[in-house]
């Protein structure tokens, strides 16, 4: 049973015999232990990455819960990137992988991954969280070559899968979706459809410039921003695609969803975009004045199992 509380400090965690040793995978966002302030609150922080503490506790909790039963829920890929399986309450539907935001500098979990893992368990749908490459391992093709390993083995003996991503990891999702740089160049299907929160779409000169260039570099080969612009790669193949953003997005320009909507809309893809009035990037996913996107999502991909 799970000895922390919101009111805990970071320390405690940190110094967990079970889970301490597991926080450059749990606590990812900014993870370096020197950033803390030990002594502050487990609630302090989170709500500093703009979510309640009880995602997170609810997360680490059944984490610790799947260690005690025996089962391995983190599976590492190098000291600071791997996946979170949550475990498999829901077989008879296909898995999410959910990729949290950060511009590729970092993977923001605590705001952008537990609440959309908590959320998709209670919709019905067992979602497993990757933290994919960041920093000064984030430039391509790394994290896609995590997001092809992820999917490997959220695949199991099954052939499909969703994605779910936000901000950067809404660009990883919707590139891997495409047919030359995505899952087809890993020997992979393409995934059954895409939630895409915020995301950032171009590499071309709409893009987030922070993110383009922790990908591709400074002075990025031309082919791969072409080829990394979701934008520009949009067939008939393509994912039906669930994608929202903030109308006034003061990080990234809110073009980019409008660029894939009509980049979606010439291809015949099935897709739902809505542009929510409101100057956020995000808004804490939507509790700031997007109320109700997920629950317009999750109807759109009935629609699409029916």
Wanted: aromatic share 12%.
């Amino acid at each position: 049973m799970l000895d922390l509380k919101a009111s805990d400090p970071v320390g405690k965690l940190l110094s967990h015999p079970v889970l301490g040793p597991l926080c450059p995978y749990l606590l990812r966002q900014r993870f370096d232990p020197s950033y803390f302030d030990h002594e502050a609150s487990i609630g302090e922080f989170a709500l500093l990455c703009g979510q309640p503490a009880s995602y997170f506790l609810s997360a680490l909790e059944t984490v610790l819960s799947l260690i005690e039963k025996g089962k391995k829920p983190v599976i590492p890929f190098s000291e600071d990137t791997g996946l979170i399986d949550f475990g498999r309450k829901h077989p008879d539907k296909p898995p999410f992988i959910v990729m949290a935001g950060g511009g590729y500098r970092d993977v923001s979990s605590l705001s952008e991954g537990y609440p959309f893992v908590d959320w998709l368990d209670k919709a019905g749908y067992d979602a497993l969280l990757l933290v994919y490459s960041s920093g000064s391992k984030a430039r391509y093709p790394m994290p896609f070559d995590d997001l092809a390993r992820a999917v490997k083995l959220a695949l199991g003996g099954g052939s499909s899968y969703y994605l779910a991503g936000c901000s950067a990891g809404g660009h990883l999702a919707g590139a891997f979706a495409t047919e030359e740089f995505g899952a087809p160049h890993y020997g992979l299907p393409l995934p059954r459809a895409l939630f895409l929160c915020f995301p950032v779409v171009t590499m071309g000169e709409k893009t987030h410039p922070g993110t383009r260039e922790k990908l591709l570099g400074k002075n990025p080969d031309p082919a791969l921003v072409r080829g990394l612009s979701i934008e520009k790669n949009v067939g008939p193949l393509f994912p039906p695609t669930y994608l929202w953003n903030f109308d006034g997005d003061p990080v990234v320009d809110p073009i980019n969803s409008r660029m894939l909507d009509e980049a979606l809309s010439k291809a015949h893809v099935r897709h739902v975009y809505h542009p929510f009035h409101g100057s956020h990037h995000g808004g804490s996913l939507g509790r700031d004045g997007a109320e109700g996107w997920f629950e317009e999502a999750v109807s759109f991909l009935k629609e699409i199992e029916d």
